[in-house]
């Protein structure tokens, strides 16, 4: 069976609503409040989660000092396709509002600690955030969200609200062209099924 992509949570209530259900598990515990955490931070800097997942303490309080987040993406600094000198960190503005969450729940932790921790040890899984969000996103009975599905969310925000503008999803997401950010919205597919309703006016 093919795995179904990731979607974007596209309604504004519905990411608010998610985000207030996370905020009410994380009034309960520690690990409720790591997951609204990340949840915030995913949906307004584009992270990946496999990269949010890395992050330490002293990433956190680096990017509360200096108003974003500087991170070596994954994705880019594995990729054979990429070339040496376009592999660059990708900044990302952390919202006042999210870093006055963050200072919050960084108040204890020491600077070697993972940010967001498993009850294991260690850091979080992406398969867990999956299942954490798949969770919140069924109660509003909202499909196809995954771990992945915060950075959809955040491209597809920017392009909505930017006008649809692709380069400035492509820039701020760090893709290398715009044919691949083109590929990431689906606008291809949001072009033919455009297309194929106009067909309709051949049918009585």
Known sequence: MRKQPSKPIKRTQDVLDMQDYL??????????????????????????????VGLKVRDAREAIR???????EGKKFNSKNIRKKNRKPR????????????????????????????RKGGAI???????????AATYFGIKGITAHSMRKTYAYKIYMDSGKDVVAVK??????????TKLYLGLDK?????????????VR
């Open 125 to 135: 899984g992406v398969q867990a955030i999956s299942n954490i969000l798949k969770d």
């Open 190 to 202: 949001e072009k033919y099924h455009e297309y194929s309703k106009a067909l309709s006016d051949f």
């Open 66 to 72: 200096h108003g974003y987040f500087t991170i070596n």
């Open 171 to 180: 820039e701020l997401l760090g893709h290398s062209s715009i044919e691949e």
């Open 23 to 52: 905020k009410a598990a994380s009034n309960r515990t520690v690990e409720g409040r790591r997951n609204y955490i990340l949840f915030l931070i995913g949906i307004t800097t584009g992270y990946r989660a496999g990269d949010l």
């Open 91 to 118: 900044q990302a503005e952390i919202l006042p509002k999210v870093a006055k969450e963050l200072k919050l729940y960084i108040t204890d932790k020491r600077d070697y600690e993972f940010l967001f921790p498993s």
